[in-house]
DNA sequence: TGTCTAAATGTTATCGATAACATGGTCAAT
DNA sequence: ATTGACCATGTTATCGATAACATTTAGACA
């Protein structure tokens, strides 16, 4: 069956079934024109007897309006990112535009091809996770000639709009909770440096909140490459405690890392939290439910795709007023469980 | 920034920087075309400088090659869907084609309005999770003379190929091995009736399997709506033993369900699984590295992805020999684990 | 009745790229 | 010198829709 290309049919063809012109059948699928009703009816039963669909590459080089926004998230197989789309989609449902989604897999130079392959669908926006970007990629969206908006973090010289926070205050919150429990030797799980800049930022949040607290900042373990799973979380827990077993809490990159952390205590006889804490970031469902819940950060997923969606919708100017601050930060929370004894 | 609609760059405009003809422009920004090597260079300075990228709604347009295909999957937040659409996404690198990803929420009217736009987008093919569909729906892929691949499912009457397993077998390999273990009052742990498809067929496989050993098939719990969260595994574990406290195994639709229901012994005190087996499906992570670990089936979900491939890349002839099966059966593995005493 | 307005529809040009064909050059073989 | 093959490039028509403008018709109102 799929193979005889049958050409799908066009405009002018069900033009020709209803016996009217292309130009009355544009109008009768566009809402908000003067059709009369009857006419429609017939070339709305012509396109469902043809099995018609539109061709929106054609529409959309015509109108110059191809009512989608692009988004790149790093992985599809995260439900933080996922909150994140599902507010994005929610707050556009009401406007006529689509989301489009493409994920990176955690790399910048994917991120470029990717973004290049996007642009070239000529989205009406952009949304992008993360501040971090190649030179290239940034030149891109800068001339676009759309609205690009950075999430999911704090950039130093942003493109065009930010809706985000900073990583490394979330991680700071957490270094000062754990201190103020009375945890000096405090460690970092993350992955290794070369990608997930977030994660980058929220060792650097680490690093700096220790120093300032005269902690010391060393107790850094590396679990592997971005995404971090729960396995590397596990495996990473032996290395730090062969390494330093004297560690009286760990701070996890991810709540998926800590689960697996929490795990390997769990088969080894450490007790949680009374030998060592642990904490984890994202409140992913896990870090509630698993025994005992896991402390985490809460960075608000959801409310930061409606603000980008918010932000798209100012930016097009299909919202009144349509003024909004183009950097948009957000307060995470510290969410405060039984794996640190809270 | 944004704000001023600078339009973004043409190919007219860049064969005029380059002081070409359109035509070359085209031609070098194409592989396997004749372009002097300097012309090349000195179009693709142009258009770096310019910001330029192509437009491929005109591209495919006038190709009448899009360049994509289009992927359902019900939702973005799902470690097994996710692994599927990575297997695809490198089954078809080699290729030229690209992987447009959309989600349904579980939901076959969302999914209809989902298969509209992405067929507006004319891809060269199309694959969806599941074998159910609205009958507009069907109708439309039918019509659209491209290549539509079914996954994750054995539907009885499929549009065109399919590359799947049969939901109704996987249970009931759970049932019968759980029966072998000397259990024999199972409840089964699913959504309720009105989504997600593959999770009925996993009920209906066990009520099947459960009646042709003579055991009582009446243990169903519902858990809400889909996908079922390990809060709603765990609440409806409550439910569960409530209503029939002897319940000796329960066969959850899906890992992350019967994660939930663990926690909830372990809060309970319940012995997992001495008092009660536990098996979830899907061979998540997360049975794997929990303690105790919990059986599984595998269904393989990167290699449906892979196997897609394929059968897109035979179906538009890019393989050679371009012979495949219309329809792929894999067989889900078992992974016998704690969680059910093995 | 005549004039005006709005509704309903048609006509033409255009969006940005590429297919198909046309053209002018270079170079080797005859 | 002639032929032909091939390379490099330009020209024209076209993909499928819509914007902008043109036209026709019906009804409202003076």
Chains 1, 2 share one sequence.
């Not at 507010?87 to 790399?107: F, H, I, K, M, P």
């Not at 996770?129 to 973090?153: F, N, Q, S």
């Not at 429990?181 to 070369?194: P, Y």
Request: net charge positive; with cysteine; aromatic share 4%.
């Amino acid at each position: 069956m799929s193979s005889k290309p049958i050409k799908a049919p066009t405009m002018t063809d069900v033009a020709r079934a209803a016996g009217v012109s292309p130009m009355t059948v544009s109008r009768a699928f566009k809402a908000g024109t003067n059709v009369h009703s009857e006419t429609r009816r017939a070339i709305v039963a012509a396109a469902d007897q043809l099995g018609y669909v539109m061709n929106s590459a054609a529409a959309g080089l015509s109108s110059q309006k191809t009512g989608f926004i692009a988004v790149t998230i790093p992985s599809i197989n995260n439900a933080n990112f996922a909150d994140t789309v599902r507010g994005l989609t929610e707050g556009l449902r009401e406007s006529r535009l689509q989301v489009l989604l493409a994920y990176t897999d955690y790399d910048v130079n994917e991120e470029e091809q990717l973004v290049r392959q996007l642009l070239a669908r000529r989205p009406e926006a952009i949304m992008l996770t993360g501040g971090t970007h190649t030179e290239k990629c940034r030149y891109m969206l800068a001339h676009a000639g759309i609205p690009v908006i950075e999430t999911w973090d704090d950039p130093v010289a942003p493109v065009d709009r930010v809706v985000g926070f900073s990583n490394a205050a979330a991680a700071a919150i957490l270094v000062r909770h754990l201190a103020s429990k009375g945890r000096r030797k405090i460690a970092f799980l993350g992955g290794d440096a070369s990608r997930d800049t977030r994660g980058l930022d929220r060792r650097r949040g680490f690093i700096r909140e220790m120093e300032s607290l005269s902690l010391d900042p060393t107790r850094l373990v590396e679990a592997g490459t971005p995404p971090i799973s729960m396995r590397e979380g596990a495996d990473a827990l032996v290395r730090l405690m062969a390494r330093w077993p004297d560690t009286e809490a760990v701070i996890c990159v991810s709540d998926l890392a800590a689960f697996g952390a929490l795990t390997e205590c769990q088969r080894r006889g450490i007790p949680v939290p009374g030998q060592i804490a642990i904490a984890g970031f994202g409140a992913y469902e896990i870090s509630e439910i698993c025994v005992p819940p896991i402390t985490t950060i809460d960075p608000h997923c959801r409310a930061i795709g409606q603000l980008t969606a918010k932000a798209v919708r100012c930016a097009l100017g299909l919202e009144v007023p349509s003024k909004m601050p183009v950097r948009q930060l957000i307060e995470p929370a510290l969410l405060l469980r039984a794996s640190t004894g809270d």
